[in-house]
C-alpha cells in the first residue's frame, strides 16, 4: 500500500520556516469588513498618471506583445543610465550595467541568490521592509537584523552594524527613505557607514524605491559615496514614486560582473519584465518628473497633518522626512502593536499595520500609510483620537 500522502511533508524545510506576511494577514481581516479606512497597504492612492497608462495601452496598439532581450529594452536602460546619473551622481553602462526586473521585488530577489552562498551573514536594519528576512532565508543565508530606534529618527548607525559584523558577515541591506518607519540618512552618517562598508569588505544592496519621496534634505545613496559603486548592487522602481504598483516595473544597476550573475538567473525565471510595462516605464522616466513632485507635495501635505494628529492625541510619532509612513509609538497605550491594531479594527474601522510585521524592534509602535485621501486621514485619525481617549480613561 503507499503510503499516505502528506502534501506539507514535501515542502522544503526553509520555505516552511518562512511566515506569511503579517501585512496580508491583516488585510484579509479587513477585506472582510465593510466602511474601514485603511491606512493599511504601502501603495499610492493616486492612478498612474495618464500619459504613462496611454504609453502602454500605445503600445499594445503597435502591437508591442513580444519578448524584449532578458536585459530589457535598451532604450530604457539608456534612459534608466541617464536618471540615475542625473539624480543620484552615479553613471552605470546601460549596455551591461543595468537590468530590468519585475519589480524591485524580483530585483532584491535575485540579487540575493545572486552573491548568498549557504550561511554568509546579511545584515540588514530593522523595522524594515517585510520581504529582506524572508528573501534572505531562501538563499539560505542568515538573516541579521540591526535594530534602529526612534530616538534617532530611525536612522542606522555605523556603531549598531558595527556590532553586529562577525567573519561570516557578506552583504549590508539599506532602505532609506525606510519602509515602514519613513527614517533617511544624512550623507554624514552614511560616510560611518561606508568606511565600515570598506572596512569589512562588504557588499551593499541598496533599495531607493522611496527615494524621489523624500521630503527634506538631499537624498544620498551608499552607492554613490567614494569607493562605494564597485561593491553596490543599486535597486529602484517605479511603483511608488510613479504610482505604477500594478506594472510590476523596477531595475538593478551594478558591477557588470554582478549584473550578469543576475542576469542569468532572472534570464531562467523571469525571462523578461513585461514589454508594455517596459513601454510604460520609459515613458514614466522622460515626461513624469513633474507627476512624482505633485505626488510628493500632496504626500507631504498629508505627513504634516497626520503626525500632527498622532503626537496631539498622546501617540509620539517622529516626523519621517521620506515614504509615505508615518511611524507613531503607541506604548504608553499599554497594548501590544497587534492588540492595537485588532481593537482599532474592531471597534473604529480603522486599519493600521502592527509595527511587529516589520520585525520585533517594530513592536510597540504601527504602520499608517498616509498615502490616501486628507479627508479619510481626518476621519480616521479622529477616530484613533477617540479610541486613544477611551483607553486612557480608567474603566
Ligand atoms: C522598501 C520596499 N522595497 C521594495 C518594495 C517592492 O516594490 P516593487 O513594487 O517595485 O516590487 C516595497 C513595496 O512596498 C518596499 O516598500
Redesign the pocket.
Known sequence: MAAPFQATELIARHVSGIPRSGIREFFELVQSMPGVISLGI??PDFVTPWHIREAAIYALERGKTSYTSNLGLLRLREAISGCVERKFGIAYDPKDQSLIT???????DIALRAVVNPGDEVLYHEP??V?YSPSIALTHGVAVPVACSAENGFALTAEAIDKAITPKSKILVV?FP??PTGGTMTRTELLKIAELVLRHNLLVIT?E??AELTFEGEHVSLASLPGLRERTIF?H????AYAM?GF???FACGPGELIEAMMRIHQYSMLCASIISQEAALEAIQNGEADTIEMREQYRLRRNFIVNAFNSMGLSCHLPRG?FYAFPCIKSTGLSSKDFAVNLLEQEKVACVPGNAFGPSGEGYLRCCFATGLDRIQIATERMAGFVERLARPA
Not at 237 to 240: A, D, I, Q, Y
Open positions: 504601502g501603495e519585475v519589480g524591485v521585488s524580483e530585483a532584491l524594515c521592509y520581504s532602505n525606510t519602509n533599495d524605491i522611496y535597486l522602481g517605479f511603483s511608488k504598483t510590476r516595473i523596477g515614504s
